[in-house]
């Protein structure tokens, strides 16, 4: 028979997996406790948005706090590689030994050049690889003026408008032939070899030709290890959750939920209140209470998968970036603020780096939120400011929150 639990216990279940469970360590973070953390969190989502921080460097913090962005600049840019781009959730860091498995299910032909004429592709795919095995890593403008490519491009509504050699150096990317090296300043990605990155030790790359045929051992193989990992950093899900973090297909992550179960590294339970079949990883810790506190990015692991957010903490949850300013409810940029074992607020946040201060643009209770959320939030807040650089908080009067949390700050 299945083992009953509560919905209180499926969350702390949930926190203790992604390491927000307890309050975060106390002393300088070193890289192995970030480390750590990558490898607990298995992939952490990428996005350009800097309107805060580039939202791959705000999960750490979460659970480490005022760590050095450093450390993750020479994970995934130093040999051996600790972290690697690929599409997982969506642009992602991995952990390189996801990259194969990868490779083998994810299908993102609509972001480079699938559709392109195959002449033309292969004639700019080879000029590239070419290139990039003979030179050091460059970026989609330095191969373009490289390569001598000129074209009269018109602005339509395709994508980003982005000229031949992007389109054809996302679409090796997507193949897996090609990755980013390291980023910018200008976070755009300077391209090499997947084979230059690739710690030693793992599998070359292989092509998705051939490799997801029905009943191929390679791929049932590969779709199980990543549907271990996503149970392993989630704790306790149903199937589409699991699916959901790499961004597998549903049908075959069912399978693999299923063959999971009869290899012992997954258990089937009941979550009251939670309808939907559940599945418990054998790994997973059961604290019997949660202290720590966070601010959750808007693309953190904890909240990729909005229903499942919604029937564990009962947070409904939606990102406003483009949604139109006077219809926005909350914010543009917001982040969940999580207290003990509950999403307790949300605040709209902005770093202005000329003026120093971490602005609070709105901050809003949730209905039961208790009554520390303010002074906690206030020294989370100052945290942040303090990671990033920053040397004041300001707190504006919009939201129910606000009034209480910028008394709270402002008492220090």
């Given at each position: 028979m299945a083992a009953s639990l509560s919905l209180s216990q499926a969350r702390r279940i949930a926190l203790a997996a992604q390491g927000l469970d307890k309050e975060r360590p106390t002393g300088p973070v070193t890289s192995r406790a970030v480390g750590r953390t990558f490898a607990r969190l298995q992939v952490v989502q990428i996005d350009s948005v800097n309107v805060l921080s580039r939202s791959h460097y705000l999960p750490f913090f979460s659970r480490l706090g005022n760590y050095d962005r450093s450390i993750l600049h020479a994970m995934a840019s130093r040999s051996p590689r600790r972290m690697m781009e690929y599409w997982a959730h969506e642009a992602s860091f991995i952990?390189?030994?996801?990259?194969?498995?990868?490779?083998?299910?994810?299908?993102?032909?609509?972001?480079?050049?699938?559709?392109?004429?195959?002449?033309?592709?292969?004639?700019?795919?080879?000029?590239?690889?070419?290139?990039?095995?003979?030179?050091?890593?460059?970026?989609?403008?330095?191969?373009?003026?490289?390569?001598?490519?000129?074209?009269?491009?018109?602005?339509?509504?395709?994508?980003?408008?982005?000229?031949?050699?992007?389109?054809?150096?996302?679409?090796?990317?997507?193949?897996?032939?090609?990755?980013?090296?390291?980023?910018?300043?200008?976070?755009?990605?300077?391209?090499?070899?997947?084979?230059?990155?690739?710690?030693?030790?793992?599998?070359?790359?292989?092509?998705?030709a051939g490799a997801l045929a029905a009943g191929s051992e390679l791929s049932t193989a590969a779709m199980d290890r990543l549907i271990d990992a996503a149970a392993q950093a989630h704790g306790i899900g149903t199937i589409r959750c699991f699916a959901d973090y790499f961004r597998t297909p549903l049908k075959a992550a069912a399978a693999s939920v299923g063959r999971l179960v009869d290899a012992g590294r997954l258990e089937p339970v009941t979550v009251r209140g939670w309808d939907r079949a559940v599945y418990r990883h054998v790994e997973a810790r059961a604290p019997r209470a949660a202290t720590g506190r966070a601010l959750l990015s808007p693309f953190d692991s904890l909240v990729f998968e909005r229903k499942r957010l919604e029937e564990l903490f009962g947070f409904h949850y939606r990102i406003e970036i483009y949604t139109p300013a006077e219809k926005r409810k909350f914010g543009y940029y917001v982040l969940p603020f999580l207290l003990r074992d509950a999403v307790v607020a949300r605040v709209d946040l902005k770093a202005d780096r000329s003026a120093k201060q971490l602005l609070v643009r709105a901050a809003h209770a949730e209905p039961d939120a208790p009554a520390d959320s303010a002074v906690e939030l206030a020294a989370e807040l100052r945290l942040m400011a303090q990671w990033l650089g920053l040397d004041d908080v300001v707190v504006s009067p919009r939201g129910d929150l606000s009034p209480a949390l910028g008394a709270a700050v402002a008492r220090g």
């Open positions: 952990r390189p030994e996801h990259f194969q498995d990868l490779l083998l299910w994810q299908n993102r032909a609509w972001v480079g050049a699938a559709h392109l004429e195959h002449g033309i592709r292969e004639d700019m795919a080879n000029r590239i690889l070419h290139t990039l095995a003979t030179a050091r890593p460059m970026t989609a403008a330095q191969l373009t003026a490289h390569l001598g490519h000129q074209e009269d491009r018109q602005h339509d509504n395709w994508g980003w408008n982005w000229n031949l050699v992007k389109r054809v150096l996302e679409h090796l990317f997507e193949e897996g032939l090609v990755t980013a090296a390291s980023r910018t300043e200008q976070f755009e990605r300077r391209y090499t070899l997947t084979s230059r990155v690739l710690p030693p030790g793992l599998p070359e790359v292989v092509a998705r």
